[in-house]
């Protein structure tokens, strides 16, 4: 049997920081009784921590201590926590020691805080504990932060965003000594700590400010002296190039009295030559006309005989005819004559009148057959006559007799034709002869002209070139200069700003120093060389003419087309020769050559035709005759203008001719 009704029985003593819970089965006072008693039991408790309970049902503490339980920054209290129990007879008392420490807060001293213009910041303060689970609130306050930032009191952070104006690239470091103060408003506690909130940018502006302003200097020095030496390299070469123009002008006058001088010559050995041929025409002409009445009266005289010959031949075939028409009446005419003779010598029998009627019936029969015979013979007589006229040619004789005439009439042409072309080879020899002449005096004059007008322009270029070497002397020197300068304000420039980056506590990596190449691309004066105007080459070297079709009769009228290459680009055809022939007796299209250096001429041969042909030493034989092939030597013109001189450019074919 129990002495008592109920034991008590108590935890070992605690230690606990003011905030600290107490956790279940940590602190207790448990009551051991008889189940019978239950509910009759009483509770109490005394000297109990602020802010921690007992429950009785289980026997527990709970809760934790409130911060008033232990001074501030005191030596730890200790509370004996007693629960008395009673069932009205019997009273039984535990204590559980409950030793509370203070539980306080310490503020630790921010680094330096470093921001920049623009930058969106936010901080919040470190503080530690005495024990984890403070709980108690604190009030925070800041003094002297920079502009435009501000704080939350009750957690301590500070946000916004830094004022780009606090702080520039000249002037790039601005400092402020903040103060924040903590204040427990429990128990009064504070603490107040100081820390450096810099702001600071990036000076590397400042630095391209003032290169900026050194290379405004510069350029404006360099750019001076550029428009200095430019405007004097202009004005030496504009003299030097008006002095060049003079010279060129002298070097045109001369050629061009040498020119005049060319056509002088040209056209009097043109003329002498027209005169010759015109005097060559003739005589081929009278020999030619001679030649062709004897060719006519020969041949008329052939035909004559001709035509007498086949008539004699027609009058024998019809008497050929007749005879034998008569031969085959002969007897029948006999045998009638006979019996004719005998009825009349016996009229009176009448056998006799029959036998001569039926002999008269027998030749007229035999007429009548005769007759058509004849005929047949008449007929063929006057085929054989006509045939032979129609086509003399089938008479061996006639042919020969008429081929013999113009054989005859050819042989006077052919000599006729050698006169005229002798008359003409010694023409186009002087023709030749005089413009061969006439070339040479023009290219010599030319070309001293020419080495005149170089040996000048070689003069002026060396003026020219002394002048650019004063000019670039003397801007390299002030070039120089002006470098100088730059050079000397860069550095301070970059010796400000390595000072300042030296100075920040985040300096940023350091950017590219300027380089004055970098600012102006200087060239020197470019040597200038006086480009020697053309010579004027009025005589250009011989294109290529070809005729389609190759040959002609050389009648008037007929056409062909001359096709031309190598020609230069510009010029147009304006004469076209035909050796022995007046150049007004052909018609021609005055065509341009094209930028290929071709053109086709279009030429219809004139009222006089082509005239005599003469034999054609570059073209292959006949090849039916073996003899040489006859034709027209063509001398194709084409003029311009180069620098205000006419210039003329020539080529040569020939024409075959086509019987």
Known sequence: MLANHFTLEASPAVIKYEDEPIYGGEAYVRVSYDPNLAGSLTFSATDLPPGISYDPTTGEFSGAALRSAVPRGGSPVTYNATITVSDGDETE????????????????????????????????????????????????????????????????????????????????????????????PITGDQQQVSFQWRVETDPYPAYISRVEQANAIYISAVQQALNERDSAWHTAIATVENLAEEAYAEYLQAANQAAQAYNTTVEQADAAYAAAVAQADAAYQEAESQASAQLHATLDQIWADYVQRVEADYQADLAAADAAYNAYLAHYQADRDQAYEYWQQHPDDPEAYAAYQQAQQDLDNAIAYANGVRDQAYAEAAARRDGRLADPYQDEQYATQEANAYAAYYSALDQAGAAWAAAEQAAYDAWQAAMTAAETAYTSAESQAWTRYLERLDELNYQLEHTRQILEGAFITAWNNALRDWTEMESEAWEIYQLACKGMLRPPMESPRSNIRELVGLEDIMPVVLAQRGAVQRILPRGKAETQPATTTGAPGQQFQIHLSQFKPGLTVTRVEIRGLNPGDINFNPVTINNNGQAVVNVTIGNKGLGPAIPLTDEAPDPFTGRARQGWKITVWATGETNGMAVFQTAYCSIVQRW
């Open 93 to 184: 008392s535990a204590t559980v020691p409950f030793t509370i420490l203070d539980n306080t807060f310490s503020l630790e001293t921010p680094a330096t805080q470093v921001s920049h213009p623009g930058e969106t910041v936010f901080f919040a303060p470190t503080l530690s504990y005495t024990q984890g689970n403070f709980s108690g609130p604190l009030m925070f306050s800041y003094e002297n932060l920079p502009t435009s930032l501000s704080f939350d009191s009750l957690y301590g952070t500070v946000s916004g965003t830094i004022d780009a104006n606090l702080v520039t690239p000249e002037s790039n470091i601005r400092d402020y000594t903040v103060v924040l103060t903590v204040t427990d």
